[in-house]
DNA sequence: AATGAATGAGTCTTCATTCAT
DNA sequence: AATGAATGAAGACTCATTCAT
């Protein structure tokens, strides 16, 4: 019992640094303002985090622990590998599209440093990476998408294309649908994997280049 | 004559400034460590910056400048829109392939805070966008590209896969040839966009669903 | 009981603040002295005051109207006009002269600035103006002081006459006792103001030179 | 030739400190704007004055000096000691009602630090109390003022009721004519000073009250 | 004599973190 | 578990002063 207690409060500070971070930033945020934005004290927050940078970690672990599994089970429920990279372009805008202060988080404030960065890279976003990729050999596997692609970077170039929309629309004064992006995120790209007859050897040319 | 010295010095600050933020990040820089990497004294950079923000907007102002310059340049000498996307992403990749810490700079430390970055991406990023779009528009007219493509949504893929390209080189533990992506990217990306007929319909589809 | 803590250490900031900056001048005074011989942290300071400078205005308003109060109470208790003037001397001399610390805050460092001393006059020296004011008036009810008399120039030149002692004391070599200077001021004062049968042409001339 | 020249330039400089001084305050004014102001280059200050500090020396020097001497010229020229003090209250207020500028830096600026104000009183100051004490010693010789006065004491109170006079015209928020005051600053202190045989036995108590 | 670019010492203030209650 | 008063380390920035020209 008292652990869902602590549990829910440990969440509801989450929930706080999320507004707090985006609002300010988060070096401009003070640790005070998380507890005051929770209705905690200042010392409630260390009970729960290490500290203020652990709340950023903590933040970017569970989000992006949540949506990985999700993004899984929902891959599991479908077929075609072109569907599937739809649906993951989908699930991804939504999710950061749904709550703009949770993207501004995840698109600003959490690449504050190059140790960040690299901390995160190395755990749960690899985990996003392995998914995507898994999807795009399985096209191959399929004869769908073509053969000679260089698996990890189309991979990052998937998430890229959507990392930029998502930043986009953070910075964007106008204010409109993200999720609606991801169609035509995931047709680009589609297209681009695409095992196409008529311009095999131009495909084969470039690759080559590349490898030089 | 005054004005040739004072404009070495203001130089040599901004390239101190990327050596110490790549490796200690923005943040965790203290102004006394550009002065010192610079070799002049600490309030030597106030009079040539207003404050220690404002080294890190001029950094990005001066560099990005050039690197859209540069572009435009190579761009004006090619003739084909598929060679000259080809061209960009390698131009982009080597400026940053050829420079590590600035390479860490811009990936990284200019995106600091959403204020940051809504001020680069009004400025000189619109620039490098309308570059990239400018371009596409061009293979459109020549039927090159597709016709219904979202252009400002392909421009920006195309910046968020190269822009990913940089992060993940950056954040990498292995040492590997930045540049050599180019290929990679572009060719998935001028695939991606390119008119192809046995496609026609489940493109025009998407489209449509792309624009509600 | 958390009010009581706090204002007994409130105060006792204020108490090492009169010290530090009677000896060193405001502006010679580093917080930490400040700090240091409160025996609290740096930081501590900021809890109880807004920067540096509040310290100062809060040490006037505390003292002035702490001193504001007990004079209008002492005056209470008298009858004469006169003698209310000579009280008053007394009060305001010996007030400074028992604490030469927080003399010399009052008359030199709690001068620093035009917007300092304006702050200052508009608010509680104005209500110790009215005080002497209010007694100038009685006297001229009471026909014990001259009519003609410039109410406002009169009170002036009390307050000044006092203030010219407390200033001088401080900067002389020599040690005296202040509060003993009272009587010959308020003698001076009150045979200045006293309704003089024999000299009824002159005044009478002089004060209407006056209103000129 | 070159000395008046450099004169001249000394004058000026001391011209705009007055200015920058009386506007900013002399704490927050910079030796930059200072010589801004006299249009000469900063480095240019120190060859005429020591320092900062030096130039608020200067000022107190130069014009206290050329107040003092005309006072004396203006004063030989009387023989009642009762219009003397007339004439010393209009002088007083008329230099500095004269130049609102002057008054603020004498008035407020001047007074900073225990120290600056204890060096001005032992030199130029005290010429001043000379002068007032020599017109009080007069007019006690000749009969005219009480023989018991504590002569230093109503010096000081001389001084002290202009003093406030001039501070009080500046930190005001109406304008109004300054030297217009001297009539009846002089005239309070007149009568207060005066010989009044009704009165003797009072004041004599009184003198005696404040011995003790 | 005059300049003004360069210097670098000096300090107020913030805020993450602790710990006695 | 919760509090929040207290801590004190840390750093951006200013500006009086110098000196090569």
């Known amino acids: 019992m008292p652990r869902r207690v602590e549990q829910g409060k440990r969440k ?3 929930q706080a640094a999320i507004r707090v971070f985006a609002r300010s930033g988060f070096f401009n945020s003070k ?3 998380v507890a005051r934005q929770a209705g ?3 010392g409630t927050i260390y009970l729960y985090f290490r500290n203020k940078d652990d709340l950023l970690i903590s933040l970017f672990d569970q989000i992006m622990g949540d949506f990985v599994s999700r993004a899984s089970r929902a891959l599991a429920a479908l077929d ?3 569907e599937k990279l739809h649906r993951l372009a989908q699930l991804h805008l939504e999710s950061l599209g749904r709550n703009r202060d949770l993207a501004v988080v995840f698109q600003i404030e959490l690449r504050h440093s190059s140790k960040f960065m690299a901390r ?3 755990t749960r976003l690899a985990d996003y990476f392995k998914l995507i990729q898994e999807v795009i050999r399985q096209g191959q596997r399929q004869g ?3 053969k000679g692609l260089h698996e990890k970077l189309v991979t ?3 998430f890229g294309m959507l990392d930029e929309m998502a930043t986009n629309w953070i910075l964007s004064e106008r204010q409109y649908d993200l999720a609606a992006l991801s169609e035509g995120v995931a047709d680009l790209f ?3 994997l695409a095992a196409s007859p008529g311009k095999k050897s131009r495909v084969k040319s470039r690759r080559v280049a590349a490898r030089s």
């Open 40 to 42: 905690v004290a200042d």
């Open 156 to 158: 990052k170039c998937f």
């Open 144 to 146: 769908r998408f073509r």
């Open 31 to 33: 640790v005070s303002d």
């Open 120 to 122: 995160f890279s190395r």
């Open 190 to 192: 589609v297209c681009g």
């Open 80 to 82: 075609d590998p072109a």
């Open 12 to 14: 509801e500070i989450l």
